[in-house]
Structures are given as structure tokens and as C-alpha cells.
């Protein structure tokens, strides 16, 4: 067979492998050197498109410690969860119908559907607003830190048992997050949330998200308290600690904990974090995932290799 028959062969094969990994056309190519022959065969082959990423919202709780400095929440999801089982994330998840109520926006302290739209450049104003309540309804189901006000304006403050009972009535469904705040007459302190960060699970990955990063300061006098079923433990750490914690193997932090832990090592309080990315340029994160010589690479927007 001719050289340049070879590197034809060699062309179309690279290419080939590089459609394949990158989830491309369901389409492939086969051939094989047969001595001077070539034998080469197109057919189709399934090619499962990537997932579709599901609306989630996770919210990073701050709080200062006592000694000087802050620290931030994370939580661990039981082992047995379909995603990011058994890692420390920060609070959060599925944005739920229930989410975006026709009446939502009225139980809403200070963040308009509109304002939402704009903030995360959605056209749908209802489905916008819905990450604001659908992070502060995760993140009191999961650990019962509960960001909303009474009808004076003040941080709301409930009985131990009432809250209990409140976090149950949601494991049951997401549309009891409207009963508590109609029979407590409490509004959400979505005007409290920062919103700082856009990343999507990679293609590569079989569950995908679609998540919005908020931060807020945690209210005075609360204490996180996992629910025993998504979460298991909880623990404050500062940025610095959690990093290290995950070097050293104590902890388990995904990239894009990891990535946005660092973003408040240079903070030096709770208020000043909050600072530190309240109104920075927010760009849609999306990873990828390779396989090079046996050894999986995450590749972030703008490596070598990254598309």
C-alpha cells in the first residue's frame, strides 16, 4: 500500500477516535492493514448522547469564627448517593417545579424574577427565581439552616420541634417549603444569597447538573444539623483547612468544590468573603473528562486539549 494511502489511513483514523471522545455524530469508521490491502468498512453505531444537565443551586454558608477568620459548611453525602456519594460538597441541589410557583416571587425578600432572569441570563423569569428558593429550600431540608424573616423583618426564629417537623413535611414533597412560610408568615431572604458561579457536570459523566453557586452569610444563632439521608456529617472549615483536609486524603472535595473553595482563601471574614465574589464576572464552567494512557484527566476551559 502506498504512503500516502497510509497517512490517509492514519487521518481518518485520529479523526475517528477524536469524534468518538468527544461524543460527536453517531457515526464511526474501521479499517485495517491487510498486508497491501485495505479493508475498510463505515456502519453506523449507537452513540448515547450526552445527558441532559438538571437545573440544581448550591449555596456556600459562611459564618465567622470566634478566634478571627471564617469558616464555610460542607456537608457529606451518604455513600450510597447517585452522585458525589460519599464527598463533602457544600449544601444544595435539584431546582424542583415547586420551585417556580406562580407565586413565588411574592414570598421573595428583594430578588425579582426579573432581576433573577438577568442575573442568570435565562429568558424564563419563573425558572430563574426558582435557583434562589430552590437553594434555600436544599439547603434547610438537608442541614435546617433556614434563610427567611418573619413579618417584622427580623431573622426567623422557630421552635426545635416545629423545624423538625418542617424538614420532614419537605422529604415528603418540595411544595411544603409554601405552608411553612404561609403558617409562620415568614418571607425568604433571597436578597441574603450572592450569586457567583455557573459550572455543568461534563458530557462525559452519566448524571449531569447544571448549577448555580450562591454564598450567604449563615444566620446568628443556628447550627447545621444533617438529615441522616442525603447528608450524613457536616463540618465548618475554613478554605485554607478544607484544602488541606482534602490533600491529605481526609476529606473527598470534587473539582468544582475544590475550585470554589478557593476563591475565598484571601478572604478575612465572613462579610469580606461574601465581598470577594459578590459582582465578579461569572462564566459558565464546563469540564472535561479524557482518558490519557489508562489515567483520567479533568481538563478546565482553556487547557491544552480542552475542545
Not at 454558608?61 to 456519594?85: I, P
Not at 433556614?146 to 419537605?170: F, M, S
Request: aromatic residues 8%.
Amino acid at each position: 500500500m502506498s504512503e500516502d494511502l497510509h497517512d490517509a489511513l492514519d487521518a481518518i483514523e485520529a479523526e475517528a477516535s477524536s469524534r468518538a471522545h468527544a461524543c460527536d455524530p453517531p457515526w464511526s469508521f474501521r479499517g485495517h492493514r491487510d498486508s497491501d490491502r485495505l479493508i475498510v468498512s463505515h456502519y453506523a453505531v449507537p452513540v448515547k448522547p450526552p445527558a441532559v444537565p438538571v437545573a440544581a443551586a448550591t449555596l456556600v454558608l459562611l459564618r465567622d469564627r470566634s478566634g478571627g477568620g471564617f469558616e464555610l459548611l460542607l456537608v457529606k453525602r451518604h455513600t450510597a448517593s447517585r452522585f458525589a456519594a460519599g464527598d463533602h460538597v457544600f449544601p444544595g441541589g435539584k431546582v424542583d417545579a415547586h420551585d417556580a410557583a406562580d407565586h413565588a416571587a411574592a414570598w421573595c425578600a428583594g430578588v425579582t424574577a426579573e432581576a433573577a432572569a438577568g442575573a442568570l441570563a435565562l429568558d424564563d423569569r419563573r425558572f430563574a427565581l426558582a435557583h434562589w428558593v430552590g437553594v434555600i429550600r436544599e439547603t434547610f431540608e438537608e442541614v435546617g439552616i433556614l434563610l427567611a424573616r418573619d413579618a417584622g423583618g427580623r431573622q426567623a426564629r422557630l421552635e426545635p420541634a416545629k423545624l423538625a417537623g418542617y424538614r420532614a413535611a419537605l422529604r415528603a414533597t418540595d411544595a411544603a417549603l409554601w405552608d411553612m412560610l404561609r403558617a409562620e408568615q415568614l418571607t425568604l431572604a433571597t436578597d441574603a444569597l450572592v450569586y457567583f458561579a455557573h459550572w455543568i457536570t461534563p458530557e462525559e459523566q452519566p448524571l449531569r447538573f447544571n448549577t448555580r453557586f450562591f454564598a450567604a452569610v449563615t444566620p446568628p444563632g443556628q447550627e447545621p444539623i444533617a438529615d441522616g439521608r442525603e447528608i450524613v456529617d457536616v463540618r465548618w472549615l475554613a478554605p485554607r483547612e478544607a484544602l488541606d483536609a482534602a490533600a491529605r486524603g481526609e476529606i473527598s472535595l470534587r473539582n468544582a468544590t475544590a475550585r470554589n473553595v478557593e476563591l475565598f482563601l484571601e478572604a478575612k471574614s465572613a462579610a469580606d468573603a461574601l465581598d470577594a465574589v459578590r459582582g465578579r464576572e461569572i462564566r459558565t464552567i464546563r469540564p472535561r473528562v479524557i482518558m490519557e494512557n489508562g489515567v483520567r484527566r479533568v481538563l478546565m476551559p482553556g487547557d491544552a486539549g480542552y475542545w
